[in-house]
């Protein structure tokens, strides 16, 4: 079976508002992703706090690719079948994974790393609730932009 590989456009919107609501949280997701790649350095340490010195490196290089990655598909642009539902999917991993590491931290007096190393972020009550919130946003994006279109796009013969 040969795949060619060809850039589709999105799926249609069920909202008019959908636009802004992707863009905004672009916005939000290429803020942590900046900030996170300027002081990585320093962010690695912080998170040894937590998940030591084999997990850290591995959680920060992953959590700041799906945060790269999940921006194509936020900024809707034209991209493969498959490139859209893998950068979909990061959408809602990025904020699962922050989420998953506020609560492993939760009860420690470590800083979470959330914000790098710029502001100390200690795991609370209301940082998982605004994780779950941004999780939250996260999969109401993908309603609104269809995501589930972008699977029929794989099924489609040409």
């Known amino acids: 079976m040969k795949w060619k590989v060809k850039a589709t ?13 992707l863009w905004a949280l672009a916005a939000v997701v290429l803020g942590m992703a900046l900030l996170h790649l300027v002081r990585i350095d320093n962010l690695i340490p912080v998170i040894e706090q937590t998940l030591g010195e084999i997990g850290a490196p591995w959680f920060v290089a992953v959590v700041v690719i799906v945060e790269v990655f999940s921006l194509p598909y936020l900024l809707q642009m034209k991209l493969s079948p498959l490139f859209r539902i893998m950068s979909g999917l990061f959408v809602v991993l990025a904020p699962l994974m922050w989420t998953c590491l506020v609560i492993w931290a939760y009860g420690n007096d470590h800083s979470t790393g959330q914000l790098s190393s710029y502001v100390s972020l ?8 605004l994780n779950l919130a941004w999780l939250g946003v996260g999969y ?19």
């Open 9 to 21: 456009d999105p799926p249609k919107a069920k909202k008019p508002y959908t636009a802004k609501v």
């Open 122 to 129: 200690v795991s609370s009550w209301w940082l998982v609730a």
């Open 140 to 158: 109401w994006v993908l309603w609104l932009s269809n995501f589930d279109k972008c699977f029929a796009a794989l099924r489609k013969k040409d």
